[in-house]
């Protein structure tokens, strides 16, 4: 079989043009050759494409790429992450039904399960990864799904994919991981039992703060009743998002080399540093979860996180001292991003929950960029210099 870097190239649309790289494909809808043949293609009985609402070549050709780099059977693009995180669930469960989850969630994840949901009566509890034993008791008779997202954002907890494929299948749940963090390229949870993988195709899988875009990737029969929800509810992919995202996957494991290339020098040279009560990256030693990064990961992807002593004024401090890293709320950029989770992205939680997920004032999170490494070093440093 081709290798990850192989397929992310060269699986592409075709069309009777010979184009060496896949066109754009910018329309609405599709001519049938016949009425027999629009009739066949409404009813499933032949596959081709009939409105850029339900596929796309440039979808179809991104959804196979991913598909081949996460080992799953099939999948859906949707318009952005959010727009993935909600239909993986939407698609699949219905009034009266139960999630567990992880308790460290990106935060309009966090939302949805707490304000969206349970307006249609789909509740949910969340479970902490300290305490694998504790989930079998959160368990209730109408759980159908374990949601998790591994790494965590911000706080980069890891969670035992091996445990959770075992657990769910016990219990008969539907095992949906957000792989957005490690990208198809570090991680694989397909292979460790979840049945749906999502994710923001913004972050990494763009990789230049270009486009929206989302996916969920998974067992055929499952995507199957995903695909129905998304077909009628709308949440489509524009065929030019899809084509620029499948084009960003070619280069993506080379990225992702140079991502944790970088963040795992930035996280060694500032451990142990006098402004700092902690730096957290899965692939330091004295992260809680080493191990099992180190198991399940290729390498430690290139998030990390800066708790400076000091608190709130510290940590806005140091932000309006760099020079080069920008501050936005997006990740994955090939550029260098610096947010502070708690005033920004996770600000709607409250300081209780936020506190349950390790959400400090002083809590910083750094998406490394592809710069030279030293430039990288040199504005963290003299930002922590001069915030002091």
Not at 75 to 99: R, V
Not at 133 to 143: C, M, R
Not at 153 to 178: Q, S, T
Not at 285 to 301: F, N
């Amino acid at each position: 079989m081709p290798h990850f870097e192989t397929d992310a190239i060269r699986i592409q649309q075709r069309s009777n043009q010979r184009e060496h790289s896949s066109a754009l494909y910018l329309n609405s809808s599709f001519v049938f050759e016949s009425a027999e043949e629009a009739r066949a293609m409404f009813a499933e009985e032949i596959q081709g494409n009939i409105y850029s609402r339900y596929s796309n070549p440039n979808s179809s050709e991104l959804i196979e790429k991913v598909c081949r780099a996460e080992g799953t059977e099939d999948g859906i693009a949707t318009a952005s992450g959010m727009a993935a995180m909600f239909g993986s669930i939407a698609s699949l469960l219905q009034q009266g039904d139960h999630i567990l989850a992880s308790r460290s969630l990106f935060g309009s994840t966090h939302q949805l399960l707490t304000r969206v949901f349970p307006k249609w009566g789909i509740t949910s509890t969340y479970g902490d990864i300290a305490d694998y034993q504790n989930w079998e008791k959160l368990l209730q008779p109408n759980t159908k799904m374990l949601f998790l997202e591994t790494p965590s954002n911000p706080g980069l907890e890891i969670i035992d994919l091996e445990w959770a494929g075992k657990f769910a299948a016990a219990h008969g749940l539907i095992l949906v991981v957000d792989n957005c963090f490690a990208t198809p390229y570090l991680q694989q949870p397909a292979q460790w039992g979840a049945h749906l993988v999502t994710h923001s195709a913004t972050k990494y899988i763009d990789g230049q703060g270009r486009v929206l875009g989302g996916l969920i990737l998974g067992k055929k029969e499952l995507i199957t009743e995903v695909r129905f929800f998304t077909r009628h509810t709308g949440p489509s992919i524009s065929p030019f998002n899809a084509w620029i995202l499948s084009k960003s996957m070619e280069t993506l494991a080379v990225r992702m080399d140079r991502h944790c290339e970088n963040a795992e020098k930035v996280a060694r040279y500032f451990a142990g540093c006098p402004h700092l009560d902690r730096v957290n990256y899965p692939f330091l030693p004295s992260h809680e979860q080493y191990d099992l990064a180190v198991k399940q990961m290729k390498a430690g992807g290139g998030v990390l996180t800066l708790t400076v002593k000091g608190g709130l004024q510290r940590a806005q401090r140091f932000i309006d001292k760099l020079q080069m890293i920008s501050i936005t709320p997006n990740l994955g950029d090939s550029r260098s991003i610096v947010t502070h989770p708690a005033s920004t992205t996770h600000s709607k939680l409250s300081v209780e929950e936020r506190q349950k997920v390790g959400i400090t004032d002083g809590l910083i999170r750094l998406s490394v960029g592809l710069e030279h490494h030293e430039d990288i070093l040199q504005d963290v440093e003299r930002a922590l210099e001069q915030s002091k």
